[in-house]
């Protein structure tokens, strides 16, 4: 069955430091797409960055960076010089098939809440 | 600026009480999902919709409606809502493909 793992349901970094979060993932298909997304305390869902499963280059967007390997169904979500704002909860996500028929449906892990400190 | 408006924000209801969560968004995407998300579970999908008129459901439907009448309106309803439906409830969408989803601002509900 398709799914996604977080291990890390809460994780504390240092300002200016980098961390990593973990995602793993389970699927059969060939093609898919794997996102992250940051939650703040508002409550709103955020994308910050994205990896197709064809990809051979990994994914980067600002401070973030995807981590993606593909034979270890792993995808983890690289902050550089994490920040204040950057406290929230991220979700990692995968979405299978493209094309017609495609039902786009994205599967979420269960989130790893993310504390900076100054 | 392209985005999905659900509303109301937050919502208070009692047990029993018919309600409707709507969605809109103004970017023709075809595909428009609903989600709820609860601690420790992440979101799961509920209802999802490929295009007018084409509805089906995800992974916990049990308890809502949906309806796609128009392509940029998703309403979700709960005939009879139960305490077990307070959750965060999202609306997204996408245009398919590689694109990413734009999920509208999140609406808290409480039954008691």
């Known amino acids: 069955a398709q799914k996604i793992t977080q291990t890390q349901p809460g994780m504390f970094v240092q300002e200016k430091e980098a961390v990593t979060l973990d995602c793993t993932y389970d699927t059969s298909d060939q093609s898919y797409g794997l996102f992250w997304y940051k939650q703040p305390s508002s409550g709103e869902m955020i994308f910050l960055i994205y990896q197709g499963s064809y990809d051979e280059q990994n994914a980067t967007e600002g401070r973030y960076s995807l981590n993606f390997q593909k034979a270890r169904k792993s995808a983890n979500l690289v902050i550089s010089a994490s920040q204040l704002g950057d406290s929230a909860m991220y979700f990692c996500a995968m979405r299978e098939g493209f094309g017609g028929g495609a039902t786009n449906k994205l599967i979420f892990g269960t989130g790893t809440l993310l504390a900076v400190q100054p | 600026e392209a985005q999905v408006t659900q509303n109301p924000r937050y919502l208070i209801t009692v047990t029993g009480k018919k309600l409707t969560v709507t969605c809109s968004q103004n970017?023709?995407?075809?595909?428009m999902s609903w989600y709820r998300q609860d601690p420790g579970l992440g979101l799961r999908q509920i209802y999802y919709?490929?295009?007018?008129?084409?509805?089906d459901k995800g992974d916990v439907p049990e308890g809502y409606k949906v309806s796609r009448k128009e392509k940029r309106n998703f309403p979700l309803i709960l005939e009879s809502p139960s305490p077990n439906q307070t959750s965060l409830y999202f609306c997204a969408s996408t245009g398919g493909g590689s694109y990413g989803y734009t999920f509208g601002s999140g609406t808290r509900l409480t039954v008691v």
């Open positions: 919709s490929m295009n007018v008129e084409v509805t």
């Open positions: 970017m023709n995407h075809e595909y």
